[in-house]
């Protein structure tokens, strides 16, 4: 999943592998060590927190998905975890 944001004034494109967790969610890792250090240096020039990183990947998953998703703040794997929201899913099958 090819993710494009802007932090500060500066715009980057990182490619993501997308994985299934064991809670149901996904993770998104950076695909390669090219990538990760594209992320890494993102991160770091923006002085960005980990929490704007979550939110800028969030949306762009639920604008590919249509769905809502919520960042998966129990998830101790490599990269950024995330999980559906399983109300929202549910009022959409009404």
């Known amino acids: 999943m090819n993710i494009k944001f802007k932090l500060g004034s500066n715009r980057f494109e990182v490619n993501f592998k997308v994985i299934p967790t064991n809670s149901n969610g996904l993770a ?5 060590s090219k ?7 993102a991160i770091s020039d923006a002085n960005a927190p980990a929490h704007l990183i979550n ?14 998703i919520e960042v998966d703040n129990g998830y101790n794997g ?17």
């Not at 939110?55 to 809502?68: A, M």
């Open 28 to 32: 998104l890792m950076a695909k390669d």
């Open 35 to 41: 990538n990760l250090d594209i992320l890494q240096n």
């Open 55 to 68: 939110s800028v990947l969030q949306k762009s998953i639920e604008q590919k998905l249509k769905l809502p």
């Open 78 to 94: 490599a990269g950024y975890g995330f999980k559906f929201d399983m109300h929202s899913v549910a009022q959409m099958l009404k």
